[in-house]
């Protein structure tokens, strides 16, 4: 039986040491710069389908021809996104499936988001706190409550399904006392079915060079499953209500 931990409230317990005064401001100096320097050059427009569909044929020669160099740098690409709770993810995926394939990508996926909201997750606990409770005070309620009960069981339950935004869970729950192995592994296996259908999306619409491929039978089940994914969180909030 999983043991029970405690709520937001409490001080937080971990083995490892917060870092110092000077560390913590130059962490949080470097923090504030990346995320600056996303926004200031605009980093962002190249996370979307249109750029995407514009550089295709680039990625697809860079990716055949650096294959090695490409699992790297999807992999830094997406730890950073996530690390530093940048927008993007979805499309991110997609490009991981398009380029990767559904079950590479899922994997490079898994291991970038995991890492990455690792990263977030810590930050939240010894850099922060202040800031996330202010930030995302709303929502430290029902996470707190869910936490409470079993924070494993909980965390597994928001990867498999979305009911808060995925950067937000990362931040909020630096702030409880979940073990961080616990966090990774739910994380780790929470993440895995939303990533493949993405990854499986990204394949299927990258296959895609007419409007009448889009008929095929490849994509038409990728767009189910997307829809069918969308709906998880609604279902879940019905079935919950009505029990």
């Known amino acids: 039986m999983i043991q029970r931990e ?8 971990t083995t490892a040491a917060p870092p110092s005064g000077a560390a913590k401001i130059l962490m949080v100096a470097f923090i504030a710069v ?11 427009r190249f996370l979307s389908l249109e750029a995407l569909k514009q550089h295709r044929d680039q990625l ?45 990508g899922t994997l490079l996926v898994n291991v970038g988001a995991t890492a ?12 922060l706190r202040d800031w996330v409770e202010e930030k995302f005070g709303a929502w430290l309620g029902p996470l707190q409550e869910g936490f409470a009960k079993n924070a ?18 990362n931040l909020v729950s630096g702030l ?16 895995i079915p939303g990533s493949f259908v993405y990854a499986y999306a990204g394949r299927q ?27 998880v969180p609604a279902i879940y909030k019905k079935f919950k209500g009505a029990s």
């Open 176 to 191: 409880t006392r979940m073990r961080v192995g616990s966090y990774v592994a739910a994380t780790a296996l929470g993440i």
């Open 152 to 169: 494993f069981s909980y965390l597994l339950t928001l990867r498999l399904i979305p009911l808060f935004p995925f950067f937000a869970v």
């Open 116 to 127: 990455g909201s690792t990263l977030a997750f810590l930050a939240a606990r010894y850099l």
């Open 34 to 44: 990346a995320v600056g320097a996303f926004a200031y050059f605009d980093l962002g």
């Open 60 to 104: 697809l020669a860079f990716t055949e021809a650096h294959y090695a160099a490409s699992l790297a740098l999807f992999i830094l690409a997406y730890v950073a996104m996530t690390g530093l709770s940048l927008p993007g993810a979805v499309i991110l995926t997609l490009t991981g499936g398009f380029l990767f394939g559904a079950v590479v």
């Open 6 to 13: 405690a709520t937001m409230s409490s001080p937080v317990s």
């Open 205 to 231: 619409l990258g296959t895609i060079n007419s409007l009448k491929e889009i008929a095929s039978p490849n994509v038409i089940g990728a767009f189910v499953l997307l829809g069918m994914l969308a709906l």
